[in-house]
Protein backbone atom coordinates (compact mmCIF):
# COMPACT_ATOMS: atom_id res chain seq x y z
CA UNK A 1 0.00 0.00 0.00
CA UNK A 2 1.15 3.82 -0.70
CA UNK A 3 0.74 6.58 1.83
CA UNK A 4 0.48 10.11 1.71
CA UNK A 5 0.83 12.97 4.29
CA UNK A 6 -1.52 16.15 4.81
CA UNK A 7 -0.67 18.70 6.88
CA UNK A 8 -2.26 22.03 7.97
CA UNK A 9 -0.54 24.40 9.77
CA UNK A 10 -2.62 27.20 11.66
CA UNK A 11 -2.15 29.75 14.44
CA UNK A 12 -2.67 27.36 17.19
CA UNK A 13 -2.41 23.60 16.13
CA UNK A 14 -0.84 21.66 13.11
CA UNK A 15 -3.40 19.26 12.04
CA UNK A 16 -2.39 16.03 10.29
CA UNK A 17 -3.48 13.55 8.37
CA UNK A 18 -2.37 10.03 7.03
CA UNK A 19 -3.77 9.11 3.83
CA UNK A 20 -3.79 6.13 1.65
CA UNK A 21 -3.10 7.36 -2.06
CA UNK A 22 -6.61 6.28 -3.14
CA UNK A 23 -7.84 8.61 -0.42
CA UNK A 24 -8.77 6.90 2.71
CA UNK A 25 -7.91 8.92 5.81
CA UNK A 26 -5.94 6.59 8.13
CA UNK A 27 -5.26 8.67 11.26
CA UNK A 28 -5.63 12.52 12.13
CA UNK A 29 -4.07 13.83 15.04
CA UNK A 30 -2.99 17.27 15.70
CA UNK A 31 0.30 18.89 17.53
CA UNK A 32 0.69 22.30 19.04
CA UNK A 33 1.79 25.23 16.59
CA UNK A 34 5.17 26.77 18.29
CA UNK A 35 5.11 30.46 17.06
CA UNK A 36 7.56 31.48 19.19
CA UNK A 37 11.56 32.59 17.96
CA UNK A 38 9.58 33.94 14.74
CA UNK A 39 8.20 29.76 14.15
CA UNK A 40 11.73 28.17 13.95
CA UNK A 41 10.41 24.76 16.17
CA UNK A 42 7.23 24.51 13.51
CA UNK A 43 8.46 22.61 10.74
CA UNK A 44 10.82 20.41 12.55
CA UNK A 45 8.14 19.44 15.28
CA UNK A 46 5.84 18.52 11.97
CA UNK A 47 8.76 16.33 10.88
CA UNK A 48 9.57 14.75 13.87
CA UNK A 49 5.77 13.76 14.47
CA UNK A 50 5.97 12.48 10.65
CA UNK A 51 8.86 10.21 11.12
CA UNK A 52 7.10 8.95 14.68
CA UNK A 53 3.92 7.65 12.88
CA UNK A 54 5.67 6.01 10.28
CA UNK A 55 7.87 4.23 13.05
CA UNK A 56 4.09 3.43 15.13
CA UNK A 57 3.17 2.08 11.60
CA UNK A 58 6.21 0.35 10.06
CA UNK A 59 5.88 2.73 7.41
CA UNK A 60 9.17 2.63 4.49
CA UNK A 61 9.62 6.15 3.07
CA UNK A 62 9.87 4.18 0.17
CA UNK A 63 5.82 3.34 0.60
CA UNK A 64 5.54 7.30 1.04
CA UNK A 65 4.28 9.45 -2.09
CA UNK A 66 4.69 12.44 0.23
CA UNK A 67 4.01 15.23 2.31
CA UNK A 68 1.32 18.21 1.35
CA UNK A 69 1.35 21.56 3.62
CA UNK A 70 -1.50 24.25 3.73
CA UNK A 71 -0.22 27.04 5.09
CA UNK A 72 -2.34 30.54 6.11
CA UNK A 73 -0.40 32.58 3.85
CA UNK A 74 0.00 33.42 0.27
CA UNK A 75 2.44 30.76 -0.96
CA UNK A 76 4.54 30.56 -4.12
CA UNK A 77 4.47 27.99 -6.68
CA UNK A 78 8.41 26.76 -5.57
CA UNK A 79 6.35 26.65 -2.02
CA UNK A 80 7.87 29.64 -0.78
CA UNK A 81 6.46 32.49 1.64
CA UNK A 82 7.48 35.70 2.06
CA UNK A 83 5.56 36.42 4.89
CA UNK A 84 2.72 35.12 7.65
CA UNK A 85 0.51 36.92 9.65
CA UNK A 86 0.11 34.45 12.62
CA UNK A 87 2.96 31.72 12.51
CA UNK A 88 5.62 34.22 13.02
CA UNK A 89 7.44 33.66 9.46
CA UNK A 90 9.09 36.07 7.25
CA UNK A 91 10.52 34.80 4.54
CA UNK A 92 10.61 30.88 4.55
CA UNK A 93 11.55 28.03 1.50
CA UNK A 94 8.74 25.57 3.42
CA UNK A 95 9.24 22.63 0.30
CA UNK A 96 12.86 22.92 0.20
CA UNK A 97 13.34 22.91 4.52
CA UNK A 98 10.39 20.00 4.79
CA UNK A 99 12.38 18.00 2.18
CA UNK A 100 15.34 18.33 4.31
CA UNK A 101 14.06 17.41 7.31
CA UNK A 102 12.38 14.23 6.39
CA UNK A 103 13.52 13.05 2.56
CA UNK A 104 10.56 12.82 1.26
CA UNK A 105 8.61 14.81 -1.94
CA UNK A 106 6.78 17.88 -0.65
CA UNK A 107 4.25 20.31 -1.75
CA UNK A 108 2.78 23.58 0.02
CA UNK A 109 0.02 25.89 -1.14
CA UNK A 110 -2.35 28.36 0.56
CA UNK A 111 -4.86 26.79 3.15
CA UNK A 112 -7.85 28.28 1.47
CA UNK A 113 -6.75 26.46 -1.90
CA UNK A 114 -5.97 23.62 0.22
CA UNK A 115 -9.53 23.42 1.50
CA UNK A 116 -11.23 24.03 -1.41
CA UNK A 117 -8.77 21.25 -3.04
CA UNK A 118 -10.53 18.46 -0.20
CA UNK A 119 -13.77 19.27 -0.81
CA UNK A 120 -13.51 18.71 -4.66
CA UNK A 121 -11.42 15.40 -3.75
CA UNK A 122 -13.48 14.11 -1.00
CA UNK A 123 -16.03 16.44 -0.09
CA UNK A 124 -19.11 18.36 -1.26
CA UNK A 125 -17.27 18.74 -4.81
CA UNK A 126 -16.40 15.64 -5.16
CA UNK A 127 -15.97 14.73 -9.10
CA UNK A 128 -16.25 18.28 -10.36
CA UNK A 129 -12.67 19.83 -11.98
CA UNK A 130 -14.02 23.83 -11.84
CA UNK A 131 -14.79 25.12 -8.58
CA UNK A 132 -15.19 28.15 -6.04
CA UNK A 133 -14.96 27.29 -2.24
CA UNK A 134 -15.66 30.36 -0.10
CA UNK A 135 -14.83 29.64 3.91
CA UNK A 136 -17.08 31.94 5.82
CA UNK A 137 -15.35 32.63 9.37
CA UNK A 138 -13.81 35.25 11.13
CA UNK A 139 -12.48 36.25 8.00
CA UNK A 140 -13.43 35.21 4.09
CA UNK A 141 -11.72 33.07 2.86
CA UNK A 142 -11.66 31.31 -0.71
CA UNK A 143 -9.88 28.84 -3.00
CA UNK A 144 -10.53 28.82 -6.75
CA UNK A 145 -10.08 25.31 -8.44
CA UNK A 146 -9.41 25.49 -12.03
CA UNK A 147 -9.40 22.24 -14.50
CA UNK A 148 -8.60 20.15 -11.17
CA UNK A 149 -6.10 22.63 -9.91
CA UNK A 150 -5.84 25.37 -7.63
CA UNK A 151 -5.14 28.35 -8.99
CA UNK A 152 -2.35 30.19 -7.13
CA UNK A 153 -1.18 33.19 -9.45
CA UNK A 154 1.92 34.67 -9.44
CA UNK A 155 2.09 36.02 -5.87
CA UNK A 156 0.34 32.67 -4.38
CA UNK A 157 -2.75 35.16 -3.80
CA UNK A 158 -5.47 33.69 -6.11
CA UNK A 159 -8.42 32.80 -5.07
CA UNK A 160 -8.37 35.55 -1.99
CA UNK A 161 -12.18 36.20 -2.37
CA UNK A 162 -12.74 38.10 1.05
CA UNK A 163 -10.81 41.42 -0.58
CA UNK A 164 -12.86 41.40 -4.06
CA UNK A 165 -14.49 45.34 -3.24
CA UNK A 166 -17.82 45.11 -2.91
CA UNK A 167 -18.87 48.46 -2.19
CA UNK A 168 -17.13 51.79 -3.69
CA UNK A 169 -18.78 53.67 -0.63
CA UNK A 170 -17.18 52.21 2.34
CA UNK A 171 -15.24 54.42 4.72
CA UNK A 172 -14.22 52.17 7.43
CA UNK A 173 -11.03 49.85 6.87
CA UNK A 174 -10.89 46.36 6.17
CA UNK A 175 -8.36 44.34 7.97
CA UNK A 176 -6.26 44.32 4.66
CA UNK A 177 -5.73 47.81 4.55
CA UNK A 178 -8.36 48.78 1.68
CA UNK A 179 -12.37 49.47 2.06
CA UNK A 180 -15.30 47.72 0.93
CA UNK A 181 -13.85 44.28 0.78
CA UNK A 182 -16.51 41.47 1.00
CA UNK A 183 -15.27 40.65 4.20
CA UNK A 184 -16.08 43.78 5.88
CA UNK A 185 -19.75 41.92 4.85
CA UNK A 186 -19.85 38.32 4.61
CA UNK A 187 -17.57 37.11 7.34
CA UNK A 188 -18.80 36.42 11.06
CA UNK A 189 -17.38 40.32 12.25
CA UNK A 190 -19.11 41.73 8.75
CA UNK A 191 -22.76 40.27 9.28
CA UNK A 192 -22.47 41.21 13.33
CA UNK A 193 -20.96 44.53 11.75
CA UNK A 194 -24.30 45.01 9.48
CA UNK A 195 -26.66 44.19 12.15
CA UNK A 196 -25.54 46.87 14.19
CA UNK A 197 -25.66 48.81 11.11
CA UNK A 198 -29.51 47.78 10.59
CA UNK A 199 -30.19 48.01 14.59
CA UNK A 200 -28.96 51.50 14.74
CA UNK A 201 -31.29 52.88 11.94
CA UNK A 202 -34.53 52.84 13.33
CA UNK A 203 -36.04 51.13 16.56
CA UNK A 204 -38.01 48.75 15.20
CA UNK A 205 -38.63 45.34 17.17
CA UNK A 206 -36.32 42.56 17.13
CA UNK A 207 -35.38 39.43 19.40
CA UNK A 208 -31.61 40.67 18.06
CA UNK A 209 -31.77 44.36 20.72
CA UNK A 210 -30.26 43.88 23.91
CA UNK A 211 -28.57 40.72 23.11
CA UNK A 212 -25.38 40.08 21.59
CA UNK A 213 -25.12 40.27 17.90
CA UNK A 214 -23.32 37.56 16.19
CA UNK A 215 -23.95 35.73 12.77
CA UNK A 216 -25.42 33.01 14.59
CA UNK A 217 -27.70 34.83 16.26
CA UNK A 218 -28.89 36.57 13.20
CA UNK A 219 -29.64 33.56 11.48
CA UNK A 220 -31.59 32.06 14.58
CA UNK A 221 -33.58 35.25 14.45
CA UNK A 222 -34.11 35.17 10.74
CA UNK A 223 -35.26 30.87 11.57
CA UNK A 224 -38.15 32.56 13.98
CA UNK A 225 -39.35 34.71 11.23
CA UNK A 226 -37.62 37.77 12.69
CA UNK A 227 -38.37 40.78 9.76
CA UNK A 228 -34.65 42.53 11.04
CA UNK A 229 -32.80 39.67 11.13
CA UNK A 230 -34.55 38.48 6.95
CA UNK A 231 -33.64 42.55 6.17
CA UNK A 232 -29.90 41.85 7.38
CA UNK A 233 -29.26 38.68 5.85
CA UNK A 234 -31.03 39.96 1.69
CA UNK A 235 -28.00 42.57 3.00
CA UNK A 236 -25.69 39.68 3.15
CA UNK A 237 -26.81 37.32 0.83
CA UNK A 238 -26.29 40.57 -1.99
CA UNK A 239 -22.87 41.48 -1.35
CA UNK A 240 -22.10 37.66 -1.19
CA UNK A 241 -24.22 36.76 -4.09
CA UNK A 242 -23.34 39.46 -6.40
CA UNK A 243 -19.71 38.64 -5.79
CA UNK A 244 -19.59 34.99 -6.82
CA UNK A 245 -21.28 36.34 -10.01
CA UNK A 246 -18.69 38.18 -10.63
CA UNK A 247 -16.25 35.59 -10.32
CA UNK A 248 -18.39 33.11 -11.85
CA UNK A 249 -17.60 35.37 -15.37
CA UNK A 250 -13.98 34.28 -15.05
CA UNK A 251 -13.56 30.55 -13.56
CA UNK A 252 -17.03 29.51 -14.80
CA UNK A 253 -17.69 27.20 -12.01
CA UNK A 254 -20.05 23.89 -12.05
CA UNK A 255 -20.33 24.07 -8.32
CA UNK A 256 -19.42 26.51 -5.30
CA UNK A 257 -18.97 25.46 -2.25
CA UNK A 258 -19.59 27.47 1.02
CA UNK A 259 -17.88 26.68 4.52
CA UNK A 260 -16.58 28.14 7.22
CA UNK A 261 -18.22 29.04 10.63
CA UNK A 262 -20.86 30.84 8.98
CA UNK A 263 -22.17 27.64 7.06
CA UNK A 264 -23.44 26.09 10.10
CA UNK A 265 -26.91 28.47 9.68
CA UNK A 266 -26.82 25.64 6.99
CA UNK A 267 -29.56 26.14 3.55
CA UNK A 268 -31.34 28.97 4.72
CA UNK A 269 -28.51 30.68 3.90
CA UNK A 270 -27.89 28.93 0.49
CA UNK A 271 -31.22 30.70 -0.37
CA UNK A 272 -30.28 34.18 0.20
CA UNK A 273 -26.47 34.11 -1.79
CA UNK A 274 -28.37 31.96 -4.46
CA UNK A 275 -30.82 34.37 -5.36
CA UNK A 276 -28.58 37.38 -5.70
CA UNK A 277 -26.48 35.64 -7.36
CA UNK A 278 -29.18 34.84 -10.42
CA UNK A 279 -29.92 38.09 -10.28
CA UNK A 280 -26.76 39.05 -11.69
CA UNK A 281 -24.99 36.15 -12.89
CA UNK A 282 -24.00 35.81 -16.69
CA UNK A 283 -26.34 33.54 -19.03
CA UNK A 284 -23.75 30.50 -19.00
CA UNK A 285 -23.23 30.57 -15.35
CA UNK A 286 -27.02 30.23 -14.38
CA UNK A 287 -26.89 26.66 -13.96
CA UNK A 288 -24.14 26.75 -11.15
CA UNK A 289 -24.83 24.63 -7.88
CA UNK A 290 -24.39 25.53 -4.34
CA UNK A 291 -23.72 23.23 -1.69
CA UNK A 292 -22.68 23.44 1.52
CA UNK A 293 -19.26 21.93 2.56
CA UNK A 294 -18.76 18.67 4.08
CA UNK A 295 -15.66 18.00 5.87
CA UNK A 296 -15.52 20.44 8.07
CA UNK A 297 -11.68 21.02 9.83
CA UNK A 298 -10.74 17.86 7.61
CA UNK A 299 -10.98 19.46 4.24
CA UNK A 300 -7.31 21.13 4.93
CA UNK A 301 -5.45 18.27 5.74
CA UNK A 302 -7.34 16.64 2.30
CA UNK A 303 -6.45 18.72 0.24
CA UNK A 304 -2.99 19.16 1.13
CA UNK A 305 -2.74 15.20 0.80
CA UNK A 306 -4.31 15.31 -2.72
CA UNK A 307 -1.78 18.44 -3.70
CA UNK A 308 0.76 16.05 -3.46
CA UNK A 309 -0.64 13.25 -5.10
Not at 49 to 76: F, T
Not at 143 to 148: S, Y
Request: charged residues 25%.
Amino acid sequence: MKYCFGVDIGGTTVKIGLFTTEGELLEKWEIKTRTENHGEAILPDVAESLQNKMQEKNIRKSEVDGIGIGIPAPVMEDGVVQKTANLGWGYKEVTREMKELTGLPVAAGNDANMAALGEMWLGAGKGQKNMIMVTLGTGVGGGIIVNGKPLAGSHGAGGEIGHFCVNEEETETCGCGNTGCLEQYASATGISRLARRRLERDDSPSPLRGSEISAKAVFDALKEGDAVAKEIVEEFGSYLGHALAAIAVITDPSVIVIGGGVSKAGEILLEYVEKYFHEKAFFANQDTRFVLAQLGNDAGICGAAKLIL
